[in-house]
């Protein structure tokens, strides 16, 4: 499986490793679907192979907190899509567990992440409820070279930015803060999440390091599963700076460094001994496999979805009550520019629409029949939710304010319906909303 030789790894097209990277027909059945391995452990040839499974001088399945087929051809699938080779992604139980792993990977008392200003709410509770009770500091930073160049010193231990800030759509010109970092000797982080497993955007061709997914989004599709994955860009040297990347110097009882076990993939190798083997951070082979199921279909879908969420974008700003749609494929956002050099076939398909009042706002969601209002995004089916009161709302007003989130805005993650019908659904919605708060008596709306 971590087989440089595997010819799913030198095809170039996208669609191609979306159905074949990873694992090709089952080696002990003949099986063409990615077989669900359920088993905790697995037997072992003989006492000598056991040993050298365990001091890691032989690659191969000890137990399934930290080894199984279903979930690792999950991961090399995965990483395949982001241009990685095989054995460089880890797959985790959710998007929140790989955020987790990374960010305690490379965390030690007296570092400091730069995380950007505009973060997802679950990434932030990481900073604040583990990294800065143990000591480590957490910087929000705007996600601009020239910020994260001022905060910068020789503590930093990573930079930490999102592909399309959620629901903001910004989009970091990742090229230019990959260069900030690494002048101050740091890694970029990038949540990919929205990148849509790599078919929107491929962080490491823009410089990062080190790539994060929520597959629970696009990657699966079909909101039926909740699984995560890190992937190692294998470039930035770690074992250059051993007192800012101690776990990177780390010898085992062998006497050898996560580098010399994974030469290609050290980061991949911590998470898988941190985030796996330490923390059981498990994704199941079930959940791998609906994953899979999803991964093969993403190119379509996420196409679909793109194109529906543009259309929706430039149709919507028409419908009275819609005060602006905020969307990084409309020319007068602020992104515009930077998101068709860093996006690639399509701008995401999440839309901001900004109501005249809060009351319509929530008022519409009331409203929607197509539309499921849920807290969700990349789902197959178009959802929508007030981040202000919900995905948001543990954030202060400051905060929600400075990532794109006010009162009036609903979030609208398009899925790959018949264009038409949704905006049926919104349109009516607005109206119907508009309707009902102006039969209302003036001092209750
Ligand atoms: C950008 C981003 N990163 C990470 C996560 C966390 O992923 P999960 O819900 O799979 O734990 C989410 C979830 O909404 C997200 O939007």
């Not at 090709?24 to 990615?34: H, K, L, W, Y």
């Not at 910020?147 to 090229?175: K, Q, R, Y």
């Not at 051993?242 to 776990?247: I, L």
């Amino acid at each position: 499986m971590h087989d440089d030789d595997d010819v799913t790894q030198k095809s170039e097209g996208f669609a191609t490793q979306q159905l074949h990277a990873g694992l090709g027909p089952d080696p002990a059945t003949g099986a063409r679907a990615v077989p669900i391995y359920a088993t905790s452990s697995y037997v072992f040839d003989s006492t000598e192979h056991a040993e050298r499974l365990f001091a890691g001088v032989e690659p191969g399945n000890r137990y399934a907190r930290v080894e199984n087929p279903t979930a690792q051809a999950f991961a090399d699938r995965l990483a395949a899509l982001e241009g990685r080779p095989a054995g460089s992604a880890v797959p985790l139980a959710s998007g929140q567990a790989a955020t987790t792993a990374v960010m305690l990977t490379l965390a030690k008392p007296g570092g400091t992440w730069l995380v950007s200003d505009q973060l997802f709410g679950g990434t932030a509770s990481v900073a604040r409820k583990l990294l800065q009770p143990f000591g480590v500091t957490v910087r929000s930073v705007a996600p601009e070279a020239d910020a994260i160049a001022a905060a910068g010193s020789d503590d930093v231990v990573g930079v930490w930015v999102e592909t399309i800030a959620n629901p903001s759509g910004h989009v970091p010109d990742l090229p230019a803060l990959a260069e900030a970092a690494h002048a101050m000797g740091a890694p970029l982080v990038v949540d990919n999440t929205w990148g849509a497993g790599g078919y929107l955007c491929r962080p490491f061709e823009h410089g990062a390091d080190v790539v994060v997914h929520s597959a629970t989004k696009w990657i699966g599709g079909h909101g039926t599963a909740i699984g995560g994955a890190v992937v190692d860009g294998g470039r930035f040297d770690w074992a250059a700076q051993p007192d800012r990347f101690p776990a990177f110097a780390r010898r085992d009882v062998h006497g050898r460094t996560m580098r010399d076990r994974a030469p290609g993939a050290p980061l991949a190798a911590q998470v898988v001994d941190l985030g796996l083997m330490t923390m059981g951070m498990t994704m199941s082979p079930h959940t791998a496999f609906t994953l899979l199921q999803g991964l093969e279909t993403l190119d379509l879908r996420v196409q679909r979805a793109c194109d529906n969420a543009l259309a929706l974008a430039q149709a919507l700003g028409e419908v009275e009550g819609i005060e602006a749609v905020i969307y990084p494929g409309l020319e007068a956002h602020v992104s515009h520019a930077t998101a068709r050099r860093v996006l690639r076939n399509g701008f995401g398909s999440v839309l901001g629409l900004c109501f005249a009042s809060e009351a319509l706002a929530r008022a519409t969601i009331d409203r929607f029949q197509l539309v499921s209002h849920l807290a969700n995004i990349g789902d197959a089916k178009t959802v929508a939710i007030h981040p202000w009161t919900t995905t948001h709302a543990s954030l202060n007003d400051d905060a929600k304010r400075a990532g794109g989130v006010t009162p009036d805005l609903v979030r609208l993650s398009v899925g790959i319906e018949t264009v038409d019908d949704v905006l049926a659904d919104v349109t009516r919605a607005v109206q119907a909303a508009r309707e009902a708060l102006a039969a209302q008596p003036p001092g209750s709306r």
